[in-house]
């Protein structure tokens, strides 16, 4: 029998989520990260908006790929939570050290490790609580992005 899911397993709600905890955490953290990297290193000042925005967009696309990893994992694993949570959380920081490659020092890999843990606990806390929300509701899940069959007319 197939489990219900609740709006914190719809592809919707995982995507949205991604996206809004990967922009703020991933993308400007990241970028405020990199400025960090930058001071402690003695690096030439340098800014663009092109480069920040390139660094948002970035954090903005990987929080979406971890929202749609993390609604993967717990389809794929509804009922082994811990094997749902190492599924998610050993890709994230095998996706993260393989960006850092070639420039893991103690700094950066903490700094980039950092947002990481703070990305997936965000998505973990967010799910979490909608999906005790989503308990009383309809068994069929629904989206938050209002995807659902409007209501039949009354009286027909």
């Known amino acids: 029998m197939k489990p219900p899911h ?3 397993s719809s592809w919707c709600f995982g995507l949205l989520l991604g996206v809004g ?4 955490v991933l993308g400007l953290g990241g970028r405020l990260a990199m400025r960090v ?7 030439p000042e340098s800014f663009s908006w092109g480069g920040t925005l ?3 967009l970035s954090g903005t696309l990987t929080g979406a790929g971890g929202g749609v990893l993390f609604v993967l994992a717990q389809r794929l694993l ?8 190492l599924l998610f959380w050993g890709v994230c920081v095998l996706i993260t ?44 899940g629904g989206c938050f992005c209002g995807w659902r ?8």
């Not at 905890?21 to 703020?24: A, E, F, I, P, S």
């Not at 069959?149 to 027909?156: D, L, Y």
């Open 6 to 8: 609740a709006p914190a």
């Open 21 to 24: 905890l990967g922009t703020v």
């Open 149 to 156: 069959k409007a209501p039949a007319p009354a009286g027909r």
């Open 78 to 85: 509804p009922r082994q939570p811990w094997a749902r949570r």
């Open 37 to 43: 990297i930058s001071l402690a290193t003695d690096q």
């Open 97 to 140: 050290l393989r960006g850092l490659r070639g420039t893991l020092d103690l700094l950066t890999g903490a700094l980039f490790l950092l947002l990481v843990l703070v990305y997936g606990v965000g998505v973990e806390i967010v799910s979490g609580r909608a999906g005790a929300a989503g308990k009383n509701a309809s068994p069929t």
């Open 54 to 56: 390139t660094v948002v």
